[in-house]
């Protein structure tokens, strides 16, 4: 039998420099609202809501209670030729919050997925529209769609992609919006950066009628939390139009409150073709993923024959009834709880504290935008992410606060039934970590 370190050794971390980690490791071992305990019991306030999916705090005894009753009752379904009365249920409640003649719901199992998914999705609608030229997609530098090879082509994160290859080809990349010398320190959208969705008409130009959709994380959460510029997204929408692109909004962060709304089209006041969800849809409880698509979009595939299959794609787990009844008892918690307007008081609470950290050591810009906010620390000379992870690591064993670091940014993004107090206590956290870095 193995004994603990064994374990350890044998254990291989995602997006986690191991052979650091091993002999120093962070463990949580119980959670419970807006905290996890380490196995020795100490407090650890969650600043990110798990991994931007438990929305509603840890531990809920709604979510659980649901799960277990449906896996006594129903712990398999196929939906490949099947269906089952929670995920028929459930997409209607999704197809109902999502904006108006989006409402057909694909589901799979994760983010990356779920981009995956809206990616084909995008291909075979051009094709069953008899316009099969149109093979190229467009994702954004820094965007982040996920690990899988589609959701990985048009991500533009370089660490996530220059170790695999060529990945999928005809594709290409928008602008970030993100410009430090003229938007640093900004609170929420700022004025500066629509134009840089005119960049597609440059690709139009280029590519001609090959283009099948377009990528893009309304805020662009995993890169650093990056808001939308004034007027970007109404401008991408304009251009998708004119030139018959269809546009995917990658909502796995954003949808369920995190925008102080059920989802940023709603917030931005701009319907996508498509959205991805995944994340916030079980609290992150169950693995659950999927995709919004337009009636158009659904319509295109129908046959001449209705017996015939539609579109040749899916998971086994598509629409598992355990991460359906998940899904359904996180909604009710959401609606009950006005989780979705509390994000706009988060916000607000977060915007205030976090732009406070302005002139502490190493702080070289702010944002925030909804329920998130991240601090980009100044990188040490030749050595780009020692002192994010340095401050993660600072932050858990000194100030007992868990963080998300993704090199030299530090992001917020609290849970929605966060109090006044634990925003405080988080950035005060966070300032303690960066002067004990100075």
Known sequence: MSTNADALAALWLPFTPNRQFKPEPRILARAEGMFYYDPQGRELLDGLAGLWCSLAGHGRKEISSAVAKQIHELDFAPTFQFAHPSVIELAGRLAAMAPANLDHVFFCNSGSEAADTALKIALAYWRAKGQAQRTRLVGRVRGYHGTNF???SVGGIANNRKAFGTMLGNVDHLPTTYDRAKQSFTKGDPEY??????ALEELVMLHGDTIAAVIVEPMAGSTGVLPPPKGY???LRQICDKHAILLIFDEVITMFGRMGTATAAERYQVTPDMITFAKGVTNGAIPMG????SKAIY??????????IELFHGYTYSGHPVA???ALATLNVYRDENLFERGRLIERWLEEAVH???GAPFVADIRNCGAAAAIDLEPLTGAPGKRGHEA?????FDEGIVLRVGGDTIALGPALIAEQSHIERLVDGVDRVLRRLA
Not at 193 to 198: I, L, P, R, T, V
Not at 392 to 396: E, M, N
């Open 356 to 358: 406070r950290l302005k």
């Open 150 to 152: 589609g959701g990985m």
């Open 324 to 326: 359906a009844a998940a």
């Open 193 to 198: 950066g629509a134009h840089f969705a005119d």
């Open 392 to 396: 993660i690591r600072r932050a858990f």
């Open 233 to 235: 997204l109404q401008r």
């Open 290 to 293: 999927g995709v919004i698509a």
């Open 299 to 308: 319509d295109a595939f129908a046959q001449k024959d209705d017996w015939q």
